[in-house]
């Protein structure tokens, strides 16, 4: 199937699979949605196309022939992408995972998965991107190093922030546990925070002042 140019670049969502089905199945999905996809069958392809089509959401398949998913993620990092990349394998291997989401990638989808979830995170990661470009973390200030993370970290931290454990806080973004521990470490690597509690005198270092928020750690 041939690259698509979407007429509305805000819209866009890059599908990159080596499987032209899974390209077409993705596209036609969402199409629906109202979302405007372009799909490639490689990396490289797909790179030279970022900065015409500034995607506002990637799915991107690890196991690609030639550059491979965890590359394409590190030139993507090297590129200063900030859109959600939503990594897909057909294989269940959750240590190459938790690589990608070191790499950038907010979620992972095991294949075979049901349309409605893979649109569900579509739009929960566009929406949290959206969020992010606008400069807002709900009920957090505007603290040191808040740019330098991603949109489904912001929302994890906002989570946390809150008093969420891991399940509570993947339960209502819609992810494992498991995907909220290892973006609440990337989060307290970013900011430099030595603990959870040092985690919160950061980000509310600028807040004005409320009543304390009660912290969680639990996993």
Do not use: W
């Not at 979407?6 to 990159?16: D, E, N, Q, T, Y």
């Not at 490289?44 to 491979?68: E, Y």
């Not at 973004?173 to 290892?182: A, C, D, F, M, Q």
């Not at 030595?194 to 750690?217: Q, T």
Request: proline share 6%; glycine share 6%.
């Amino acid at each position: 199937m041939g690259t698509q140019f979407p007429l509305h670049a805000a819209a866009a969502v890059c599908i990159v699979d080596d499987d032209v089905s899974v390209r077409d199945a993705l596209t036609l999905l969402l199409r629906v949605e109202g979302f405007a996809p372009s799909a490639f069958a490689d990396g490289p392809t797909f790179l030279q196309a970022v900065p015409v089509l500034r995607p506002v959401c990637v799915m991107l398949d690890l196991h690609l022939p030639g550059q491979s998913g965890l590359e394409i993620l590190q030139a993507l990092s090297a590129m200063q992408f900030a859109a959600p990349v939503i990594v897909m394998s057909g294989q269940s291997d959750i240590a190459t995972a938790v690589e990608a989401m070191k790499f950038g990638a907010v979620d992972f989808l095991e294949k075979p998965f049901a349309a409605s979830a893979m649109t569900d995170r579509v739009r929960e990661a566009v929406a949290a991107y959206r969020k992010t470009t606008a400069g807002q973390i709900e009920g957090l200030a505007n603290f040191p190093g808040r740019h330098l993370l991603t949109g489904r970290e912001r929302d994890v931290l906002a989570e946390v922030a809150r008093g969420a454990s891991n399940k509570e806080a993947g339960r209502r973004l819609g992810i494992s546990p498991r995907t909220v521990e290892v973006h609440r470490a990337r989060i307290m690597d970013k900011l430099g925070a030595k603990n959870a509690a040092d985690l919160m005198r950061i980000v509310l270092s600028e807040r004005p002042s409320r009543p304390p928020i009660a912290l969680s750690v639990a996993h």
